[in-house]
């Protein structure tokens, strides 16, 4: 496919000390939509059809569908290589960020997989030590690299890599990222660049309108950033990651992956509440809305609560947040979740509507 030049949108924000940049970009969607295809009906259910995530499995083929659960443990392979486009000065197309992957020494690139997170940067240390020594020594390092590495960032995947040579790592994801560009996404980015790109516009817009922070929970469907948690603040439009949001937490830098806004679904009411009944559908997180009700509550008190894994619970709040029922809030290193009682009185007058249009002449 001939190669179209790609836009990045930078923009100052009214935040004193903070710089919000909009990126138009395929790669983020390109990361965004391997993430999709691991994900896809397991905890998560993404907008894309369940056809295209069969049919983009098939092409992956067995052997690099077990390399993507290999990399895509918890969020560790979005967030880890999204730290590969904040070193390069202007933008990035999905075959130049293949190239910059398979031109990094494998010792760094492992380093950029575990420990360029902000929340993995106290591993980085004992990871270096595992790439560094031998024996024994070598078996404490990664002990305390397990200890250390956070576990929403999928620690049992972090360590089944740090014990890997790190050779073998780069050629896996070198053949994996390949694969699914050749055999999946480059027929895809022609349909979503379009969107994509009007999308940033919009947003570059909207930004020019709004303070900051009003401009990027706007954008993460109810994200409220602690304003000294990162100077940079980067916000890419991806098609394929609705209804969701992706966030790649660097030290000075945060890149949010929001969901590109659906022409054929915009402002479409009758979406809106069919997204908040699947969203309530589920008993688990009927409960977190009810628990929600009473006060805010930060993750891992919503799984201690509910008797469940941290993962578990960020997933069903990822939930509850797509469908517009909660927001984010950060406090220095925790992330509150408050419920949105505004969007539960829209779902109501929704349903009331129906409720009219039945008692309406003609109604049944």
């Not at 078996?139 to 576990?151: I, S, T």
Request: aromatic residues 6%; contains cysteine.
């Amino acid at each position: 496919m001939a190669q179209r030049p790609f836009s990045a949108i930078v923009l100052s924000p009214v935040a004193t000390g903070v710089h919000v940049r909009v990126e138009a970009s395929p790669v983020y969607d390109f990361l965004a939509a391997l993430f999709a295809v691991h994900r896809h009906g397991r905890g998560l259910q993404f907008d894309c059809p369940d056809p295209w995530v069969r049919a983009a499995r098939r092409a992956l083929g067995a052997s690099c569908l077990r390399d993507l659960v290999r990399f895509a443990g918890g969020r560790a392979l979005f967030v880890s290589l999204v730290a590969l486009l904040e070193r390069r000065a202007g933008p990035v197309t999905v075959p130049d960020f293949l190239r910059q992957v398979e031109a990094l020494p494998a010792h760094e690139l492992l380093l950029v997989l575990l420990g360029s997170s902000r929340a993995a940067r106290p591993a980085r240390e004992h990871l270096l030590a595992v790439l560094t020594t031998r024996g024994a020594d070598r078996e404490q390092a990664l002990r305390r690299f397990a200890e250390r590495f956070p576990e929403e960032l999928g620690r049992p995947t972090a360590l089944r890599l740090a014990r890997t040579d790190p050779e073998v790592t780069r050629a896996r994801l070198v053949r994996l990222l390949q694969r699914f560009y050749d055999a999946v996404y480059a027929a895809e980015e022609g349909r979503v660049w379009p969107l994509i790109l009007r999308d940033a516009e919009d947003k570059r817009r909207r930004l020019g309108q709004v303070p900051a922070e009003t401009f990027v929970e706007e954008a993460t469907g109810g994200w409220v950033a602690d304003p000294a948690t990162a100077p940079e603040v980067v916000v890419a439009p991806s098609w394929y990651v609705r209804p969701y949001l992706l966030v790649a937490d660097h030290v000075g830098t945060r890149t949010y992956v929001v969901p590109v806004a659906d022409p054929s679904r915009a402002e479409d009411p009758g979406e809106r509440l069919l997204r908040v009944a699947r969203a309530l559908a589920d008993e688990t997180r009927l409960r977190i809305v009810r628990m929600l009700a009473r006060q805010e509550m930060y993750v891992q008190q919503v799984a201690e609560a509910l008797g469940t894994s941290h993962v578990t619970a960020l997933h069903h709040l990822a939930t509850l947040r797509a469908a517009g029922l909660v927001r984010v809030v950060e406090r220095r290193n925790l992330r509150y979740y408050q419920l949105r009682p505004e969007a539960l009185e829209e779902a109501a007058r929704g349903l009331e509507s129906l409720k009219t249009a039945a008692k309406a002449p003609g109604g049944r």
